[in-house]
């Protein structure tokens, strides 16, 4: 199973950018699917990108499309999440997983990690 640490969050104003960086321990990051999920008090988990083993595909939830962009470095074992425009419904607490099958967007990926809280102020 794969270790997965995120780092990045934090307050910013409406309008702003953030960049969560998660971190993954593992010899076999590159065949893992990579995903966001993100979870606002009260609300169910929901996806918000995600990016194929090899990178070349990526998907998006359509409230972050046009203002999020998912990458990855297979060497550095890291998946990064460049968030702009941010809106005050952004604000959740943001979890990167990995699978290595099946269809990414919906929540049964293998591993998570511990989360990390994003709030965007109006």
């Known amino acids: 199973q794969m270790q997965l640490v995120e780092s990045g969050g934090g307050l910013v104003q409406a309008g702003g950018s953030l960049t969560l960086s998660c971190a993954a321990s593992?010899?076999?990051?590159?065949?893992?699917?990579m995903g966001w999920f993100r979870q606002a008090p009260g609300k169910e988990r929901e996806f918000v990108a995600a990016i194929s083993w090899s990178g070349s595909n990526l998907y998006y939830a359509d409230s972050v499309k046009g203002r999020f962009t998912i990458s990855r470095d297979n060497v550095k074992k890291l998946v990064t999440l460049q968030m702009n425009n941010l809106k005050p419904e952004d604000t959740a607490d943001y979890y990167c997983?990995?699978?290595?099958?099946?269809?990414?967007?919906?929540?049964?990926?293998?591993?998570w990690g511990q989360g990390t809280q994003v709030t965007v102020s109006a």
């Open positions: 997983a990995a699978k290595n099958r099946g269809y990414v967007y919906t929540p049964d990926y293998d591993s």
């Open positions: 593992g010899r076999t990051f590159s065949v893992y699917h």
